[in-house]
């Protein structure tokens, strides 16, 4: 007997493949793939609102089976955002029926998308809406006090994102919006003027029909008052300004889709909350010129590269401004253009917003 050998060995088990345990994947035995099902039965919709990671949709709109389905988003689609106005595609149960729930498997191509930031140091963007092709401003003559800077802050917004865009004042009753408006009066804007006891609606319906319109505005403006008179059913959350803030308080709280019907046609307004204030750090500095249209046209006579700022030389909106070419708004246009240029100022030394008008 070799000295490595015992007699204990006479006593140890044999063993093979079969006494061999694995313990079982927690995620389970199949492996992933990076190949997505291409659901070809899917079902086309648009998203009218957002509720706590639960989703509204449209289906068939305007057809014979003309729907409104309750969806959640499906895990590929974890790291894209779904808002309203998306176009999206369904699978699942597609019913409508009371209980029951869809996922959403695909996001269609964004024609426009209206963004905004926490201020204008933030990078990150808070997508409001999809797909809009006009915009609405609300703004009050009175309680609260208009602001020319939120405005312009609007209009950049909405150029940027290739929206159109509409202006309201409501409260003409409280005070003469006519001066407020002069601040806008190079602009090729229409205005629609309303008060206690006459509101446009019928002048604000025909520019809204067969359109897509996105509601903004201050907080206590009167938006949802308005939302309310064009669509009656929309039942939006109304409140009052604080006399002594002068602030409005916030009644809508999440953006939502309703149809505005007229005779044989329809749109869609869009209620967004209503917010103090509308960072830009978000978009593009070249755009913030085309949110002065009677400005930009100047601009085409500035220097190659021209910041527009007090100090660029030579720069013909300036010039033109000081020789009083623009009239005795042109003053008030100007500040309102360079104060947001100056936000980028880091940005248009690089020429990225002197190109846009020279």
């Excluded at 492996?31 to 609102?49: C, F, I, M, N």
């Excluded at 509204?56 to 894209?80: C, Y």
């Excluded at 527009?308 to 030579?314: E, F, G």
Aim: hydrophobic share 40%; with cysteine; net charge negative.
């Amino acid at each position: 007997m070799s000295w490595w050998e015992t007699d204990d060995d006479e006593d140890e088990p044999e063993y093979d493949e079969a006494d061999v345990r694995v313990r079982p994947s927690r995620r389970g035995s199949r492996p992933r793939t990076k190949t997505r099902p291409e659901h070809a039965d899917a079902v086309p919709g648009s998203v009218l609102g957002v509720d706590r990671g639960r989703y509204a949709v449209l289906v068939d709109e305007g057809g014979p089976d003309e729907r409104e389905v309750v969806a959640a988003r499906a895990s590929e689609l974890r790291r894209k955002s779904v808002v309203t106005g998306d176009r999206v595609d369904l699978v699942g149960d597609t019913t409508g029926e009371p209980g029951t729930l869809s996922r959403i498997v695909r996001v269609g191509e964004r024609t426009t998308l209206l963004r905004r930031s926490a201020d204008d140091t933030d990078e990150v963007e808070r997508v409001i809406v999809a797909n809009a092709d006009q915009m609405l401003i609300v703004i009050a003559a009175a309680n609260p006090e208009p602001r020319t800077r939120l405005v312009d802050r609007y209009l950049v917004a909405a150029y940027d994102a290739g929206i159109e865009p509409l202006l309201c004042v409501t409260k003409t009753d409280l005070a003469d919006p006519a001066p407020f408006l002069e601040n806008f009066a190079g602009l090729d804007i229409p205005v629609f003027l309303s008060g206690r006891e006459r509101m446009p609606l019928e002048s604000i319906v025909e520019r809204l029909v067969d359109h897509r319109t996105v509601f903004v505005g201050h907080s206590g403006v009167g938006k949802s008052t308005l939302v309310n008179a064009l669509v009656p059913d929309a039942h939006r959350a109304t409140g009052v300004v604080n006399a002594v803030t002068g602030r409005g308080r916030h009644t809508s709280s999440s953006t939502v889709s309703l149809r505005l019907e007229s005779d044989d046609r329809h749109g869609w307004v869009i209620d967004t909350p209503g917010v103090r204030s509308f960072g830009l750090g978000h978009i593009d500095p070249a755009n913030i010129l085309r949110a002065f249209t009677d400005l930009a046209a100047v601009a085409e006579r500035c220097p190659r590269g021209c910041t527009h700022l007090p100090d660029a030389p030579d720069c013909a909106i300036v010039e033109a401004v000081a020789a009083g070419e623009l009239g005795d708004i042109g003053r008030a246009r100007l500040d309102s253009l360079q104060r947001l240029l100056a936000t980028f100022a880091p940005s248009i030394g690089s020429g990225a917003a002197g190109e846009a008008g020279a």
